[in-house]
């Protein structure tokens, strides 16, 4: 699929299985007595040393993963150039219509199909295949296969819509195409980011109120008191994906719902909802949302900045091998992608430390309005189905774009050392 959009649904995604505390009916450490960093130490001894081993051979694959499907994707983006194929979808959308402003629009479809063909072996290892290896994913392949056409069709149309506008803005902005190619992009990420919760996420899911008074009450509850005027909460039939739990407060410019996936309510502890509830809670209330809408914007700002520099540079240098001319040309859209995918990769330990700063934000605002230290202790312990949970400093820093869950458990001890009685 599609990088994902990093703005607007912010998740915090949690595994599977229950903790020693939930099984064994043990009364939670109090780090007020035995201190935070041996409440910590607690928490973390609870894990199975299989289950730990999992964990960490999963998350630790995802390392040479991300590497791999980096070196795969820029090797089809090389091979659109070098091969002339590019060139071929360029002059075959020159053949269906005379209408320049359309061209780009018709060129996408042959790079999409292209790209997601030669990319689907990786994705089916690593979205399905390996999914099921370490049992997080439920689907059989025929309902994930649905599923990657469903992506495969939403990235057709609005990637044609966008690459539409975007040549539209380069044919006529000059030098400073990529100032402005920097704000179509971000004003589009931002309007996907309004419409995701209301139109593309139930493309995938059934989206429906929440019927469990129990459960529902103290989420609206817990909203109210934090300045979200909401009237319903939903729920969403994630198991039929994937064993994870998950809950969000989605959506930007009066389009924001609460959501709970099926797999937190029938694996978690209330408390732990309430406390993953609280930090989703914190995305809205920080105004994370918009804050990662700025940020991103100097970063895409940059990136085409850097496109820019080298584009015209390499345009230049193989233009007899690439028949690829000037940025506005659409058969160069496999250079812009390449440039803009290795500047990101680079950009990764930088774009993780942004979210992960986030993430903590929105876990001590959680803890506050939660008031749920063991509860986030819970949930940071069932995340450790699918990550590391105690990492090296180092590790934390460039891999992580969340903290993991010794930090997160920590803070919810410290928390709960200092509260106030």
Same mark, same amino acid.
């Given at each position: 699929?599609?990088?994902?959009?990093?703005?607007?649904?912010?998740?915090?995604?949690?595994?599977?299985?229950?903790?020693?505390?939930?099984?064994?009916?043990?009364?939670?450490?109090?780090?007020?007595?035995?201190?935070?960093?041996?409440?910590?130490?607690?928490?973390?001894?609870?894990?199975?040393?299989?289950?730990?081993?999992?964990?960490?051979?999963?998350?630790?694959?995802?390392?040479?993963?991300?590497?791999?499907?980096?070196?795969?994707?820029?090797?089809?983006?090389?091979?659109?150039?070098?091969?002339?194929?590019?060139?071929?979808?360029?002059?075959?959308?020159?053949?269906?219509?005379?209408?320049?402003?359309?061209?780009?629009?018709?060129?996408?479809?042959?790079?999409?199909?292209?790209?997601?063909?030669?990319?689907?072996?990786?994705?089916?290892?690593?979205?399905?295949?390996?999914?099921?290896?370490?049992?997080?994913?439920?689907?059989?392949?025929?309902?994930?296969?649905?599923?990657?056409?469903?992506?495969?069709?939403?990235?057709?149309?609005?990637?044609?819509?966008?690459?539409?506008?975007?040549?539209?803005?380069?044919?006529?902005?000059?030098?400073?195409?990529?100032?402005?190619?920097?704000?179509?992009?971000?004003?589009?990420?931002?309007?996907?980011?309004?419409?995701?919760?209301?139109?593309?996420?139930?493309?995938?899911?059934?989206?429906?109120?929440?019927?469990?008074?129990?459960?529902?009450?103290?989420?609206?509850?817990?909203?109210?008191?934090?300045?979200?005027?909401?009237?319903?909460?939903?729920?969403?039939?994630?198991?039929?994906?994937?064993?994870?739990?998950?809950?969000?407060?989605?959506?930007?410019?009066?389009?924001?719902?609460?959501?709970?996936?099926?797999?937190?309510?029938?694996?978690?502890?209330?408390?732990?909802?309430?406390?993953?509830?609280?930090?989703?809670?914190?995305?809205?209330?920080?105004?994370?949302?918009?804050?990662?809408?700025?940020?991103?914007?100097?970063?895409?700002? %940059?990136?085409?900045?850097?496109?820019?520099?080298?584009?015209?540079?390499? %345009?230049?240098?193989?233009?007899?091998?690439?028949?690829?001319?000037?940025?506005?040309?659409?058969?160069?859209?496999?250079?812009?992608?390449?440039?803009?995918?290795?500047?990101?990769?680079?950009?990764?330990?930088?774009?993780?430390?942004?979210?992960?700063?986030?993430?903590?934000?929105?876990?001590?605002?959680?803890?506050?309005?939660?008031?749920?230290?063991?509860?986030?202790?819970?949930?940071?312990?069932?995340?450790?189905?699918?990550?590391?949970?105690?990492?090296?400093?180092?590790?934390?820093?460039?891999?992580?774009?969340?903290?993991?869950?010794?930090?997160?458990?920590?803070?919810?001890?410290?928390?709960?050392?200092?509260?106030?009685?």
């Amino acid at each position: 699929m599609s990088p994902a959009i990093p703005v607007g649904i912010l998740f915090l995604l949690i595994g599977t299985w229950s903790p020693a505390w939930a099984q064994d009916r043990q009364a939670p450490p109090d780090p007020s007595t035995v201190g935070v960093d041996a409440a910590t130490d607690a928490y973390l001894a609870t894990v199975p040393p299989d289950k730990k081993a999992r964990s960490d051979a999963y998350f630790e694959g995802g390392y040479w993963l991300n590497l791999w499907q980096f070196l795969w994707s820029s090797t089809v983006l090389v091979t659109l150039l070098y091969t002339g194929l590019s060139a071929r979808f360029r002059d075959a959308a020159g053949r269906l219509t005379r209408a320049q402003w359309l061209q780009p629009a018709i060129y996408w479809l042959p790079y999409t199909v292209f790209t997601f063909v030669l990319a689907f072996p990786l994705t089916v290892y690593s979205g399905f295949w390996r999914e099921h290896q370490y049992g997080l994913a439920t689907q059989t392949f025929a309902g994930w296969f649905v599923d990657q056409l469903k992506g495969f069709g939403l990235g057709l149309v609005f990637g044609a819509v966008l690459v539409l506008v975007l040549y539209a803005v380069l044919r006529r902005t000059g030098r400073m195409w990529w100032l402005w190619g920097a704000g179509v992009t971000m004003a589009f990420i931002a309007f996907v980011a309004m419409i995701a919760p209301v139109f593309v996420a139930p493309i995938f899911n059934t989206y429906r109120p929440l019927e469990n008074a129990a459960i529902r009450e103290p989420i609206l509850r817990m909203a109210h008191a934090n300045g979200i005027a909401a009237d319903e909460v939903w729920q969403m039939d994630a198991s039929r994906q994937t064993t994870r739990i998950s809950a969000n407060v989605s959506g930007m410019f009066g389009t924001e719902r609460i959501t709970l996936n099926d797999n937190l309510l029938n694996r978690a502890s209330p408390a732990a909802v309430e406390a993953v509830m609280g930090h989703e809670i914190g995305h809205y209330v920080l105004n994370h949302g918009y804050e990662m809408l700025a940020y991103f914007a100097v970063v895409i700002a %940059a990136g085409f900045g850097l496109t820019a520099l080298a584009y015209d540079r390499l %345009a230049d240098r193989y233009r007899a091998r690439w028949h690829v001319d000037g940025i506005s040309d659409p058969a160069g859209l496999p250079l812009i992608a390449l440039i803009l995918s290795v500047y990101l990769f680079l950009l990764t330990p930088l774009l993780n430390t942004i979210i992960r700063t986030n993430e903590s934000e929105a876990d001590i605002y959680g803890l506050n309005a939660a008031g749920q230290p063991d509860g986030f202790a819970e949930a940071a312990l069932l995340l450790g189905d699918y990550r590391k949970l105690d990492p090296s400093p180092l590790e934390e820093v460039i891999f992580f774009d969340h903290p993991s869950g010794r930090t997160r458990i920590r803070a919810a001890m410290q928390w709960k050392a200092h509260r106030q009685p």
